[in-house]
């Protein structure tokens, strides 16, 4: 497993989601995502909204194994380290230099600041790829804690997509 492309938190570590993880992931084969890992993978991250994007991530990464640290990242805390989220992109820049984020915490670990450090961190090592010139984020009204990590970031709402409120990070707003 490729480890230099990571980012250390106070609390975390961010790792690229590799090829082989995402693929024993979809098969929700946990000794091997643990083996792979090192880490302990609680039951409930199976049920997270990232495994519905890891067939479409493990192609891209066939397809173009540069797309490694574009896609999904996973969120590990050290102190125990298990594995508490999930975040990241859904894939290169496009033409404008855009890219939307996304992010998920285990419940257990919820309201603890953990997304908070692992966004900003993701989002500080994301504006230092060239081509990225803007973030955008989709999150539904009613997930008050989500929009108060984006407002703290900086993001602001630009309008609506889908129904869903639509926010933006820029990096010359930075």
Request: charged share 25%; net charge negative.
């Amino acid at each position: 497993m490729n480890h230099s492309l990571h980012i250390t938190t106070q609390r975390l570590e961010l790792l690229p989601c590799s090829l082989e993880v995402a693929q024993a992931a979809v098969i929700k084969n946990k000794s091997q995502v643990e083996r792979l890992l090192r880490v302990k993978v609680p039951d409930d991250w199976y049920a997270s909204e990232v495994l519905d994007f890891f067939p479409m991530y493990a192609q891209m990464l066939i397809d173009d194994a540069s797309g490694l640290g574009r896609g999904v990242w996973l969120m590990i805390q050290i102190a125990d380290s298990t594995l508490i989220g999930d975040l990241g992109f859904d894939g290169k820049p496009d033409q404008t230099g855009t890219v939307e984020m996304g992010y998920e915490v285990l419940s257990a670990y919820r309201q603890q600041g953990f997304a908070f450090e692992a966004v900003e961190a993701l989002v500080n090592f994301a504006f230092t790829q060239s081509e990225l010139k803007r973030i955008i984020a989709h999150f539904p009204d009613n997930h008050a804690a989500s929009i108060r990590i984006l407002e703290k970031l900086g993001m602001q709402q630009i309008g609506r997509d889908e129904n869903l409120p639509k926010w933006e990070l820029k990096l010359e707003s930075r």
